[in-house]
């Protein structure tokens, strides 16, 4: 990996220093350090914890604070959901969610950052003091419902759709005469999906009966129905990033005029390298991402982050890099980073929710530029 684990996780590193008036202000970083084994019997946890690390402390280290930042450092087992402290000297000490919240709030901890899945953060926040934030930085499955002292880093799953289906509302209101097409991949994803384009469109002043649905899976005939449909300028949305159905789709939006027909759908689906790119480009195609594209041109941070782990351009790097810039920001209606963007939505009786996205449109004619998302209602 190229990345040294630390031999002693509970050593605090000491960063931004310098001639501070005020106390230094503590964060922990709760991750699986540890080797954990995934079904595939790799070790997923502990190489995402370690890049993720490596990412974070590059930009405390590079970053400019008026405070001092001291950083503890935390295992954590996911088979037991408990949180391990190696301490000099070999001890080594586990925490139930309650008995670790309390050493944090005794030690005055502003942010926990981690674990990675939902259910650990979520269990966290729970016992959590009212001066401590907990942040999941990666789950979309966080639910921070009656948990005010959670963040979730991570746009929820399904917010691209939802943004997609709220610009679709917007586009057909200047566009009347165009229609919306949805494709239904036949499974619960595909469903939940849709609903949330549903929920979007609706919320946008359109009127969801005049979308239409159509059977988008392998299985069906869509060479045929394209092939007799009518040429109306028409949006065709597939939201979900499944190879085999989206090169279907494509072949069968072959047999339409490119200047009638746009493809709207998901960043894995623009991304994938499995589908062939002249069909995927000879339209117009509007998509959505929680990644910012502008991350690329970040050479500088990059190499900091290749210097650290041997490697260049991970993603769990990136993502812990843009975390802490986020916390040392602490901008309370947003902030955006190198690779994300925050745009923080507080849930009634319940923790923060970043509910930003991207979006943008590839045009044969002018390339890629910047969609603007209409606000939430």
């Not at 008995?99 to 005055?108: A, G, P, S, W, Y």
């Not at 069909?279 to 959505?288: C, D, G, N, S």
Request: hydrophobic share 40%.
């Amino acid at each position: 990996m190229g990345i040294k684990i630390f031999a002693v996780l509970t050593a605090s590193l000491m960063l931004h220093q310098g001639v501070h008036a005020q106390s230094p202000v503590r964060w922990a970083l709760v991750l699986p350090f540890q080797v954990q084994a995934d079904t595939a019997g790799g070790k997923v946890g502990q190489r995402m914890a370690l890049e993720f690390y490596a990412g974070f402390k590059a930009a405390l280290d590079s970053a400019s604070s008026a405070e001092e930042i001291v950083l503890d450092l935390y295992d954590f087992d996911e088979a037991t959901g408990s949180v391990i402290d190696h301490q000099i000297g070999g001890v080594v000490r586990n925490y139930n969610p309650k008995e670790f919240m309390l050493l944090q709030q005794q030690r005055d901890v502003r942010f926990v950052v981690g674990p990675f899945r939902a259910q650990d953060s979520e269990a966290l926040a729970q016992q959590s003091s009212s001066s401590t934030y907990v942040v999941n930085p990666v789950s979309r499955d966080l639910s921070v419902r009656g948990n005010p002292q959670l963040i979730a880093a991570a746009p929820p799953r399904f917010t691209e759709s939802e943004a997609l289906g709220r610009l679709a509302a917007r586009d057909t209101k200047a566009r009347p005469n165009s229609r919306t097409v949805v494709f239904d991949l036949g499974d619960k994803n595909s469903v939940l999906q849709r609903k949330a384009f549903y929920t979007g469109f609706a919320a946008n002043g359109g009127d969801t009966s005049k979308i239409q649905s159509w059977d988008g899976r392998p299985t069906a005939n869509l060479a045929e129905r394209v092939g007799r449909d009518d040429l109306i300028a028409t949006r065709f949305v597939l939201l979900d990033d499944k190879v085999l159905s989206a090169a279907r789709i494509l072949q069968g939006l072959r047999q339409r005029p490119a200047s009638q027909t746009e493809l709207w759908t998901v960043s894995t689906t623009v991304n994938s390298p499995s589908l062939d790119a002249f069909l995927l480009l000879r339209q117009p195609i509007v998509w959505v991402q929680t990644d910012r594209l502008e991350f690329a041109t970040y050479d500088a941070v990059d190499a900091q982050i290749s210097d650290a782990l041997g490697e260049s351009r991970s993603r769990w790097a990136w993502l812990g890099y843009d975390t802490a810039l986020m916390l040392l920001t602490n901008e309370p209606d947003g902030f955006t980073g190198p690779r994300r963007r925050y745009e923080w939505h507080l849930e009634p009786n319940g923790g923060q929710v970043n509910r930003a996205v991207e979006l943008y449109r590839y045009d044969p004619k002018v390339g890629v530029n910047p969609v603007k998302i209409p606000a939430l209602p």
